[in-house]
């Protein structure tokens, strides 16, 4: 039955996307960032729905007369000069097993640069937020409730084959989409859809948590600081806060206070030790090969026996930092820092430019809430 109706949905949406091209990216987002099809266990689960409405869509582009066009600001051309890296370090890759991920990352950018020629005015922009905050919301409110049916002794997880399947991935995209929940309790008028959003931020607080993710934790507590800063209701947001992240502590159980507090005995923890191992490497590799890393999927058996100081302890990075390190090189890894730095400086020069212009406010809002994800997501890559 699961089947069925994702293949309807997908299906009954493709003559919107041939009429209305911004449509296929809110239909793309949705099947990325929910993964629908993960969640049914027949023909569908996979079935390329994906790359049907992203045929569809570029096919609606080329094909309608609307007025496209992307202003290249220095964050879109830096963005430009990151893919074009990206594809440099591919050519010089150490291993033949980088085709998988070099293939999602050119997917996912061409839908980046999608997004930014067609979600071009608030209506879309919004109906990208609400998207956002439903497929990921979805895994908030579902692993909230799991967490207080279990009493929160179980990990979350996200949809099997997806990007965010591991707690860990998991913890950080629930982490990155609160700001936008919040934006939808700032901006929302009807009171009823306010506290829904609420609701579902409270629930992914919760699940965030429940996914004992350290990096969850770490980056939800840096969030909070920054989203207090950013909020226009301080008192408000101070109150929300407030009252949620100790009643949302209390419930956990013992053994999750435990983990967290391994962060300040990481020398004694296996995981953490493995992951310094796995840092080690990258640092090493990098200064062998400075210029353009190993290319994608690096961290490999393989290369771990030649340049881990433990080659028998084979760990992922769990670092968006030491992974770029090691898969682009210094280089890669400065034009990885610049974009992020001068993406938080652009969302803050549009949130002063903007509040001046009232009919504007709505974006000025955005790009306060972006800072706070974009945040969340340098200290919880990290």
């Given at each position: ?175 990155m989409t609160i700001p936008m929940m919040y934006y939808l309790f700032q901006t929302e008028k009807h009171v009823w859809v306010r506290r829904g959003a609420l609701i579902m931020m409270a629930s992914s607080m919760l ?176």
């Amino acid at each position: 039955m699961r089947d069925v109706l994702v293949f309807m949905l997908v299906l009954g949406s493709l003559p919107m996307i041939v009429m209305r091209p911004w449509f296929g990216i809110i239909m793309w987002c949705w099947l990325s960032y929910m993964n629908p099809h993960r969640l049914a266990w027949g023909f569908a689960f996979d079935f390329p729905f994906a790359q049907v409405v992203a045929l569809t869509t570029m096919a609606s582009i080329v094909l309608s007369r609307e007025k496209k066009y992307i202003e290249f600001t220095p964050l879109v051309g830096l963005w430009v000069v990151w893919v074009l890296w990206m594809n440099v370090t591919t050519y010089f890759a150490l291993d033949d097993t980088w085709a998988k991920n070099y293939d999602r990352m050119i997917k996912t950018m061409l839908f980046g640069f999608l997004t930014v020629l067609l979600m071009n005015d608030e209506k879309r922009v919004r109906a990208l937020v609400w998207v956002t905050v439903i497929s990921l919301g979805f895994f908030g409110v579902k692993g909230g409730i799991f967490s207080i049916l279990s009493g929160g002794n179980y990990l979350v997880w996200g949809p099997p084959g997806s990007f965010i399947e591991g707690n860990n991935e998991l913890g950080l995209a629930l982490v990155m989409t609160i700001p936008m929940m919040y934006y939808l309790f700032q901006t929302e008028k009807h009171v009823w859809v306010r506290r829904g959003a609420l609701i579902m931020m409270a629930s992914s607080m919760l699940a965030a948590l429940t996914t004992h993710s350290r990096g969850a934790f770490i980056a939800m507590a840096a969030m909070v600081v920054f989203l207090w800063a950013k909020s226009r209701k301080k008192m408000v947001t101070a109150v929300i806060l407030l009252a949620a992240l100790p009643a949302i502590l209390w419930f956990m159980p013992e053994h999750w206070i435990e983990r967290m507090e391994s962060i300040q005995n990481y020398k004694q923890d296996e995981s953490a030790m493995g992951r310094i191992n796995a840092w080690m490497f990258a640092w090493n590799l990098a200064l062998d090969h400075p210029m353009v890393g190993g290319g994608f999927d690096t961290f490999t058996p393989r290369l771990f026996m030649v340049y881990a100081p433990d080659p028998t302890d084979f760990h992922d990075a769990h670092s968006i930092y030491f992974e770029v390190l090691a898969e682009h090189g210094f280089v890669g890894l400065g034009i990885f820092l610049a974009l992020g730095g001068l993406a938080l400086i652009a969302a803050g020069h549009n949130a002063r430019v903007c509040r001046k212009v009232p009919e504007l406010a709505w974006m000025s809002d955005l790009n306060k809430l972006i800072q706070v994800s974009l945040v969340g997501y340098a200290v919880g890559g990290a």
